[in-house]
């Protein structure tokens, strides 16, 4: 079987079932994981399935939303690459801001021994991994805590981000795009998000370049509220331009 066929199939079992895993493909077709995990990649990239912790399902579930494990096993080698880069965008013994997510996750990890910087999140995974930095003073944003993303939301929240202006946040999205902006799926956590770019001077988009073309169903902000987008190699070059086009600085670490 060739690899279109192949893929069509399989495709074709996702819009069926709802999901499909990579080792039961991998059976099915008597193929080996990765070749399965390439098939996978180029239904992703053509916008047919949605990559998720071991398989993909099918596009257009705009209310799917893959808890924080699920999240923090796809596209690791990129996150790690996004967050090392986004290193060199923290301000002099300043303020920033750390969104939800895996990739900013990632991102709090790898903050340096040595910066003194004011951090604010309202994201409890950040938190815990900043919690002992000896250079960081940690405020904490409280509210109501998503499951899925272990996140504050809702009015104490809002409030909490209403109260300050941070030199850089630090903003993660499920999906974003040229027309549709920068998307998720839960509208509470939009909010949030909105209240983030309003709240800081500069803003710093971490995102792979998986998310890239991806709609939800909360729209929380445009292309032009970013002003640099770090993302992975996957976002080809001339969709970084027509990116730069819109005013958003791109770096593809």
Not at 10 to 31: H, N, P, W, Y
Not at 86 to 106: C, K, M, N, Q, Y
Not at 127 to 153: F, K, M, N, Q, Y
Not at 219 to 245: C, K, N, W, Y
């Amino acid at each position: 079987m060739y690899a279109p066929e192949r893929q069509q199939e399989i495709l074709r079992l996702a819009r069926e079932s709802g999901r499909v895993d990579v080792l039961s493909l991998a059976e099915e077709f008597q193929v080996t994981a990765e070749t399965v995990r390439r098939d996978l990649r180029a239904l992703d990239r053509a916008g047919l399935v949605r990559r998720v912790h071991g398989g993909a399902i099918p596009a257009g579930r705009l209310d799917f939303e893959p808890d924080l494990a699920e999240r923090e096993s796809t596209a690791a080698d990129e996150k790690d690459r996004i967050a090392r880069a986004a290193v060199a965008e923290l301000p002099f013994d300043g303020s920033v801001i750390i969104d939800a997510g895996s990739t900013a996750a990632r991102f709090a990890a790898a903050l340096p021994l040595e910066a003194k910087l004011t951090v604010v999140t309202h994201a409890l995974p950040v938190a815990a991994r900043l919690a002992d930095h000896p250079g960081i003073a940690l405020h904490l944003v409280g509210g109501r805590v998503r499951h899925r993303t272990r996140a504050a939301v809702d009015a104490w929240a809002l409030r909490g981000y209403g109260e300050i202006k941070a030199d850089v946040v630090f903003l993660a999205t499920n999906g974003f795009s040229l027309d549709g902006g920068l998307t998720t799926p839960d509208l509470a956590e939009g909010a949030v998000k909105s209240a983030m770019i309003t709240a800081a001077r500069r803003v710093v988009l971490l995102a792979d370049s998986a998310k890239f073309g991806r709609e939800h169903f909360a729209r929380f902000g445009g292309l032009d509220d970013v002003d640099l987008l770090i993302t992975d190699t996957g976002l080809s070059p001339q969709d970084a331009l027509a990116i730069e086009r819109r005013g958003t600085e791109v770096a593809r670490a």
